[in-house]
């Protein structure tokens, strides 16, 4: 089984578990699909956040819904920096609550996510990853697991050195709203670390199931 921890409506395949990403709509009716839910930093209303999160925590503990998120800082978003932090706040203390996983979305505030993450007691995934080592070494340090996506099919010599480096425990696989392959990113995340398919599948299915116990 390919596990295939972020991405957004994609045709059904047999092979792949998937997490489907919704940032809106939350009461919809999700058909027996795995999602995460949250409130994107992209997509924040000032005057609407309190309503926003009202749905948002209305529709979390629904069992089809894994994780809180995506959610998290983005300093290249339009969106005020003081109503992301506050709405980031609020899905931490909420995914406290609730005791489900965190999925986080960072763009260029790594130090002001992991400073808002620091006490957190449930299990977080940074998604997305296409970073330097020396900006994502915090995030591996502080025992947090890494989603990689798409940068793992390019030649990006720093992103691979972090991929490299990122221990396979915490390490997930992704698609996120790439017209790509899961299969094709496992195949490459192999050969980049130098081990077998079956290898790097069986261990994300165990981080997988150790994390959502499904």
Not at 115 to 123: A, E, F, R, S
Not at 182 to 198: L, P, Q, R, V
């Amino acid at each position: 089984m390919y596990y295939n921890v972020h991405t957004h409506p994609h045709a059904h395949d047999a092979d792949v578990l998937f997490i489907e990403n919704l940032y809106k709509n939350f009461e919809q009716n999700i058909g027996g699909r795995k999602v995460s839910m949250g409130l994107h930093p992209w997509y924040l209303e000032t005057e609407n956040l309190d309503e926003q999160l009202e749905n948002l925590k209305n529709n979390i503990t629904r069992p089809e819904v894994l994780a809180v998120g995506e959610c998290g800082l983005d300093k290249l978003s339009t969106t005020d920096r003081a109503l992301q932090v506050k709405a980031f706040q609020a899905q931490i203390e909420l995914a406290e609550e609730i005791d489900k996983p965190i999925i986080i979305h960072c763009v260029k505030a790594f130090n002001d996510v992991l400073v808002m993450l620091k006490n957190i007691k449930v299990p977080v995934i940074f998604h997305g990853v296409n970073n330097k080592l020396s900006i994502i070494q915090p995030v591996i340090d502080a025992g947090y697991y890494l989603s990689f996506g798409k940068s793992l099919l390019g030649f990006n010599d720093a992103i691979l050195k972090t991929f490299r480096e990122t221990p396979l425990e915490q390490i997930f696989l992704e698609t996120d709203d790439a017209d790509v392959d899961i299969k094709e990113i496992y195949k490459s995340a192999a050969g980049i670390k130098d081990i077998s398919e079956k290898e790097i599948l069986l261990q994300v299915e165990k981080n997988f199931l150790n994390l959502f116990h499904q």
